[in-house]
């Protein structure tokens, strides 16, 4: 009887030190690492996004990092989280310095996003290249622009064509090998780190036109698009042949263009000193690309869902006088 007992006793104890070591399929989780560094363009810094830092990079404490960080739980960890994206950014600047403006309304100089990446950094996301070649500019630019030369035809598209060749689709496949420069020298720099690379979100709807937010010419519309996941294309294609992860934020984006209303992830032609410049992604944008890293990083529960605090903030007057000085807004 007595052995009788101890042996089901066995089985009891066995059983329930199985089932406790045995984490639910579904089981929350959070990824675990120790230094993030976030380099990138203006669609990662998030030009004026409140609350603005005290930075002439236009970078927001409400940017896809700090959004990000906060999920992680290491925005406010000291040493944890470092964000040194900056506006107007290219892939040159991961290792030159970016002429910005500064105090004095004189130019000066960002240094070179690199510098921020050490042995120890475990996870970088990379969010650049639509400034490569000036595409993005040239695209937002000039579009509104030639839409009166011919409001239902593709004047813009025509513009870009030249003996045959769209010179924006062309400049992108060279902004695919730029990005896998990017990537070896995060990989050179920080050689344990998760690399992840961030796409862009759409600025226009697959069918359909608003003018009065997104001035393009009917038919730049679709060729809009094509030049958008052509970007894309280029990001994802550079993360796949260096084996780092790619993000999709243009996929996800559907419905939240800048022709969407209150849904939209994304600005149209107006600059608002309080909320986005132009062609830019507002903070509901930033917040919900932050949720899509999180998710492809396989994070299921966030150590936080806060909004990232205000820290280094600008001060509303400084602001003004710096996206004045920027040319963001008109001189009053």
Same mark, same amino acid.
């Given at each position: 009887?007595?052995?009788?007992?101890? *042996?089901?006793?066995?089985? *009891?104890?066995?059983?329930?030190?199985?089932?406790?070591?045995?984490?639910?399929?579904?089981?929350?989780?959070?990824?675990? !690492?120790?230094?993030?560094?976030?380099? /990138?363009?203006?669609?990662?810094?998030?030009?004026? #996004?409140?609350?603005?830092?005290?930075?002439?990079?236009?970078?927001?404490?409400?940017?896809?990092?700090?959004?990000?960080?906060?999920?992680?739980?290491?925005?406010?960890?000291?040493?944890?989280?470092?964000?040194?994206?900056?506006?107007?950014?290219?892939?040159?600047?991961?290792?030159?310095?970016?002429?910005?403006?500064?105090?004095?309304? %004189? *130019?000066?100089?960002?240094?070179?996003?690199?510098?921020?990446?050490?042995?120890?950094?475990?996870?970088?996301?990379?969010?650049?290249?639509?400034?490569?070649?000036?595409? !993005?500019?040239?695209?937002?630019?000039?579009?509104?622009?030639?839409?009166?030369?011919?409001?239902?035809?593709?004047?813009?598209?025509?513009? !870009?064509? #030249?003996?045959?060749?769209?010179?924006?689709?062309?400049?992108?496949?060279?902004?695919?090998?730029?990005?896998?420069?990017?990537?070896?020298?995060?990989?050179? +720099?920080?050689?344990?780190?998760? #690399?992840?690379?961030? /796409?862009?979100?759409?600025?226009?709807?697959?069918?359909?036109?608003?003018?009065?937010?997104?001035? !393009?010419?009917?038919?730049?519309?679709?060729?809009?698009?094509?030049?958008?996941?052509?970007?894309?294309?280029?990001?994802?294609?550079?993360?796949?042949?260096?084996?780092?992860?790619?993000?999709?934020?243009?996929?996800?984006?559907?419905?939240?263009?800048?022709?969407?209303?209150?849904?939209?992830?994304?600005?149209?032609?107006?600059?608002?000193?309080?909320?986005?410049?132009?062609?830019?992604?507002? %903070?509901?944008?930033?917040?919900?690309?932050?949720?899509? #890293?999180?998710?492809?990083? /396989?994070?299921?529960?966030?150590?936080?869902?806060?909004?990232?605090?205000?820290?280094?903030?600008?001060?509303?007057?400084? *602001?003004? +006088?710096?996206?004045?000085?920027?040319?963001?807004?008109?001189?009053?």
């Amino acid at each position: 009887m007595r052995r009788t007992a101890r *042996l089901v006793l066995a089985t *009891l104890v066995a059983v329930v030190s199985l089932a406790s070591s045995v984490t639910p399929a579904n089981a929350a989780e959070t990824p675990s !690492f120790r230094k993030y560094v976030a380099l /990138g363009d203006s669609y990662t810094a998030g030009p004026l #996004i409140p609350w603005q830092q005290a930075s002439w990079c236009f970078r927001s404490n409400n940017n896809y990092p700090a959004w990000l960080a906060t999920k992680l739980g290491l925005y406010s960890k000291a040493g944890a989280f470092t964000d040194v994206s900056c506006s107007s950014a290219d892939t040159t600047n991961m290792t030159k310095p970016q002429t910005v403006p500064s105090p004095s309304l %004189a *130019l000066a100089s960002a240094p070179p996003q690199f510098d921020a990446l050490t042995l120890d950094t475990d996870l970088v996301t990379i969010g650049i290249g639509g400034n490569d070649y000036g595409v !993005f500019g040239s695209l937002v630019g000039t579009c509104p622009e030639l839409r009166d030369s011919d409001p239902t035809g593709s004047p813009c598209k025509d513009h !870009f064509t #030249i003996n045959g060749t769209d010179t924006l689709l062309a400049a992108l496949r060279n902004t695919e090998r730029n990005l896998e420069r990017v990537v070896k020298g995060v990989r050179e +720099r920080s050689p344990a780190a998760t #690399i992840v690379l961030v /796409g862009y979100p759409r600025i226009v709807p697959p069918t359909g036109y608003c003018p009065s937010v997104v001035p !393009f010419a009917d038919g730049d519309y679709a060729w809009a698009d094509e030049v958008e996941r052509a970007l894309n294309k280029a990001v994802s294609t550079a993360a796949h042949k260096q084996g780092a992860r790619y993000v999709d934020t243009y996929g996800p984006s559907l419905g939240h263009d800048a022709c969407s209303g209150d849904a939209a992830w994304v600005s149209g032609k107006t600059t608002d000193l309080f909320r986005a410049v132009a062609y830019h992604p507002y %903070a509901a944008g930033m917040k919900a690309e932050a949720d899509l #890293i999180f998710k492809a990083l /396989g994070g299921t529960t966030a150590v936080s869902t806060k909004a990232p605090d205000a820290r280094n903030a600008t001060t509303t007057d400084e *602001l003004q +006088r710096k996206a004045t000085a920027a040319g963001l807004v008109p001189r009053s």
